[in-house]
């Protein structure tokens, strides 16, 4: 048999027995290859393996767990005790949402003592950069995209400047999104003693999307924001609009956990292979002094992380189950909204049974194919009476807010790449007086909207039909 059939059937055995796929997506790979030789094997390495990816997770997070899953079980043993949980300020709500979390996700139960929102770069980055100015011991920065420009070039100097301090300073970016980022941006760093990891250095649509910073174990943050310049309204798409949440306290034990997770994974063999036990020891074990304030008074939330190194889709199913137990509304802030059809389905579901369902996207076009496929996701739910909003600029946070009681800030757009593919994490705050803060946040970005109506909707050319309707084809790469 030629060495060319071999490595189809190979293909083949790896779709269907070895990475387990969903069936429909399984019988479109195995099709794909068989009809068109070399052409769709290279598709699927490119475009369709996670096998590459949930081996170095399961070999390396195998080889780790023995010592660094010690605050993670620490904090889910806390997380499901009974009598712990009911002496927490808590609803029905929040305690089935939390259960769900820690049962499907392992996802502990955490607290910060404060959590602030920023819903401008420029606010978000005084903040950040005078942390990092007053950092210590160690900063741990992990982003999708470090642009080549004056922020980021002036991240890249504050960070040098407290490597040469002799802070311990670890900086995670994706490699395609960063390709135009040279390594000679992050030369003095380096020099510095500073390190710096492209992760997932190889051709594929699996993308590491997280926004993580923690700084001397006690302060971090996430959100939707990059290091850019467009951040701080100069780009072209303006005025630009985002969240990041600034949190402190305990909690930031796990956002410290899943970024050396993250670490690890990133490692080049021979540097795994001398990776020093005891740093990543101390390292995720050490926690922050626990507060004189009592645990009653501090915000409890949940830290979900998602992609392709599991199969359980963490933070679709973690939407899902808010979704669902949404009783008066739903509001959503994304750049895209392109999600999956069981999400959709949930959202229908809600938008029919009375709960309101509000929606906001950027007024700017995001691109000449996600528009379109944007807008006819949002017909569907408009037809059900949800009220969806054009942000006057390019809104770029990705909120949700479920009635007045539970609000989520992370890295995740509402599309199928964030919900299932890339990597991302999400912060879910149960906390009233914080979920009233973010619902004031999306009536003020009303008040800079406009309401697009189904008559709107209905009352698009026939051109937006056809492109609507085509690039529906390839919703889930999007």
């Known amino acids: 048999m030629p060495l060319f059939q071999i490595l189809h059937i190979v293909l083949i055995i790896c779709v269907v027995f070895i990475e387990q796929k969903k069936p429909a997506e399984a019988i479109v790979w195995v099709l794909i290859i068989m009809l068109v030789p070399g052409v769709g094997a290279f598709l699927y390495v490119v475009l369709g393996s996670t096998l590459g990816i949930k081996l170095t997770k399961h070999f390396r997070s195998k080889k780790l767990e023995s010592y660094a899953n010690m605050p993670l079980n620490a904090a889910l043993e806390q ?11 808590l609803s029905q709500k929040d305690k089935r949402a939390i259960a769900f979390n820690i049962s499907y996700n392992q996802s502990p139960l955490v607290f910060c003592e404060d959590a602030t929102i920023y819903v401008s770069g420029a606010t978000h980055y005084e903040a950040l950069f005078k942390d990092i100015e007053q950092a210590k011991k160690q900063i741990l920065v992990e982003f999708y995209t470090i642009h ?12 040098t400047k407290k490597a040469r301090e002799g ?7 994706d490699f395609i999104a960063n390709i135009a980022s040279p390594a000679k941006m992050f030369a003095p760093l380096k020099e510095a003693g500073g390190q710096v990891h492209r992760v997932k250095p190889y051709l594929t649509h699996y993308r590491s999307h997280r926004k993580i910073v ?10 939707g924001m990059n290091i850019g310049k467009q951040y701080v309204n100069e780009s ?8 990041q949440v600034r949190i402190t306290g305990s909690g930031i034990t796990m956002l410290r956990y899943y970024f050396l997770k993250d ?5 080049n063999s021979k540097a795994f292979a001398r990776l020093e036990e005891d740093f990543y020891l101390n390292a995720v074990s050490d926690t922050p002094a626990v507060s004189k304030t009592s645990l009653s008074e501090q915000l409890p939330c949940q830290f979900v992380v998602g992609g392709v190194d599991t199969d359980n889709e963490a933070i679709k199913c973690s939407y899902l189950n808010l979704i669902q137990n949404a009783k008066k509304r739903i509001r959503i802030q994304t750049p895209y909204f392109i999600p999956d059809s069981s999400i959709l389905d949930a959202l229908k579901v809600a938008a029919a049974s009375g709960v309101e369902v509000e929606i906001m996207v950027p007024g700017i076009s995001a691109s000449f194919f996600l528009t379109p496929v944007t807008r006819w996701y949002l017909g569907q739910l408009l037809s059900l009476g949800a009220k969806v ?10 909120t949700i807010v479920i009635d007045e009681e539970i609000a989520c800030i992370g890295s995740v757009n509402m599309d199928i790449r964030s919900l299932v593919v890339d990597d991302e994490i999400l912060g879910i705050f149960y906390d009233n007086d914080f979920t009233i803060k973010n619902n004031i946040i999306f009536d003020n970005d009303i008040q800079n909207s406009r309401l697009y109506t189904y008559e709107a909707f209905q009352g ?18 999007m």
């Open 214 to 223: 923690i700084i001397d174990k006690n302060i971090g943050y996430i959100g």
């Open 236 to 243: 072209k798409k303006k005025p630009w609009r985002d969240t």
């Open 148 to 159: 080549n420009d004056y922020i980021g070039h002036a991240l890249v100097e504050a960070l």
């Open 79 to 89: 997380s499901t005790n009974e009598a712990f949980l009911d002496s927490l300020p």
């Open 460 to 477: 698009r050319s026939w051109l937006d039909k056809v492109k609507e309707r085509l690039f529906l084809l390839f919703a889930p790469l």
């Open 263 to 267: 670490w690890v994974c990133s490692m």
């Open 167 to 173: 802070v311990v300073v670890k900086v995670l970016c």
């Open 389 to 398: 909003y054009h942000y006057e600029g390019y809104i770029h946070a990705k």
